[in-house]
C-alpha cells in the first residue's frame, strides 16, 4: 500500500508522544490530589487522561497538522475522508488501574491510514507503560519492538504454540461476554494456563511470545489501534470475534496466529 509520509518519521514521533505522556501520566500516578469523575458511560476518568490527551494533541498540531485526530477524551472528527491519515488516541487504558496505584496501564497511540476506496489501516502504533518500565511499538512492515527502562529496541515475536494443552490465555474479566461466557469459560478448561493479566499488557506479552490468546469481548478503536499493529507485526493475529481482520471491530482478540481460528470457532454464539 502507499500512504502520504514518512514512516519512520512518524515512528520517532510516536517516541516523543511517549515521552510527552509519560511525563505527565507518572507525575500523576499516586497523586493524592488526583481528580476523578464518572463519563455518562459509567466508565472513570482522571484529570491525568484529559492532560495526556490535550498533550499529545497540541504536539500533534504542530508536527501533524494535516493529521486528524480520534481520541476516547475529546472526540473525533464528524468526517474523515479517503486520503486521510488520522491519529487514535487512548491518554490511559486501565484508568481503573491507573486510580487504584496498580502499575498495569499505558498511553496507546495509533496512526491510522484511509485510503482513496475508505479502507482504513493502521501503519504505526506506541503503547507506553511508564509504571511498568517498558513500552511497544510497531509500524507496517518494519516488524515490532520493545524497550525496557529506557534501554535498547528489541524485536519481538509471537510463541510458536499450536496445541491448547500447551497454550496460555489471558483475560481481563469475565463481564461483557453474554452468550460466549459459558464457551469461554469451557475453552479455559482446555489449555494449559489462564491469567486475569487484563488490558493492553496481555495483548503486549502476546506479541512477545509469553501468552498465546487475549481477548476482550467489549472495546472501542482507541483500545486496539495500536495494540493491534504491535501483535500483528510480531508475527501474530488481531481480530474481533467475527473474525475480522485489526482493530475496527467492537472486540478484539490477539494470538499468535496458530490457534486463531480454533479460539474463534470455540466462542461462536
Known amino acids: 500500500m502507499s500512504y502520504p509520509g514518512d514512516l519512520l518519521s512518524d515512528v ?10 509519560d511525563s505527565i501520566s507518572m507525575d500523576r500516578f499516586h497523586a493524592q490530589d488526583l481528580v476523578i469523575e464518572t463519563k ?44 486521510t491519515r488520522y491519529w487514535v488516541l487512548d491518554p490511559i487504558d486501565g ?16 496512526l491510522v491510514h484511509r485510503d482513496e476506496k475508505g479502507v482504513d489501516t493502521v501503519i504505526a502504533g506506541m503503547v507506553s507503560s511508564p509504571a511498568l518500565f517498558r513500552r511497544w511499538y510497531a509500524a507496517l512492515g518494519f516488524g515490532a519492538f520493545t524497550e525496557v527502562n529506557g534501554g535498547p529496541s528489541t ?6 504454540v499450536k496445541t491448547l494443552s500447551d497454550a496460555s490465555i489471558s483475560f481481563s474479566d469475565l463481564i461483557g461476554w453474554g452468550d460466549r461466557k459459558v464457551s469461554y469459560l469451557n475453552f479455559m478448561e482446555k489449555v494449559w494456563r489462564v491469567r ?23 472495546l472501542a478503536l482507541w483500545d486496539m489501534a495500536a495494540v493491534a499493529i504491535v501483535v500483528s507485526e510480531a508475527g501474530g493475529r488481531f481480530s474481533d470475534l467475527e473474525n475480522n481482520n485489526g482493530p475496527f471491530g467492537k472486540s478484539g482478540v490477539s494470538t499468535n496466529g ?3 481460528d480454533q479460539f474463534i470457532g470455540a466462542l461462536k454464539p
Not at 520517532?12 to 505522556?21: C, G, H, I, R, V
Not at 484508568?95 to 495509533?110: D, E, M, S
Not at 524485536?155 to 510458536?160: L, P
Open 155 to 160: 524485536q519481538i515475536s509471537v510463541s510458536q
Open 12 to 21: 520517532e514521533l510516536l517516541k516523543q508522544l511517549a515521552d510527552l505522556s
Open 258 to 260: 496458530h490457534l486463531h
Open 40 to 83: 455518562p458511560d459509567a466508565t472513570p476518568v482522571t484529570d491525568a487522561d484529559r492532560a495526556v490527551e490535550k498533550a499529545i494533541r497540541d504536539l500533534l498540531a504542530k508536527e501533524r497538522p494535516a493529521d486528524l485526530i480520534v481520541g476516547e477524551e475529546f472526540g473525533s472528527p464528524d468526517d474523515i475522508k479517503p486520503g
Open 95 to 110: 484508568t481503573k488501574n491507573f486510580l487504584r496505584g496498580v502499575p498495569i496501564w499505558a498511553t496507546l497511540i495509533g
Open 196 to 218: 486475569g493479566i487484563g488490558d493492553f499488557w496481555s495483548h503486549m506479552l502476546v506479541a512477545e511470545g509469553a501468552v498465546d490468546i487475549a481477548a476482550e469481548p467489549t
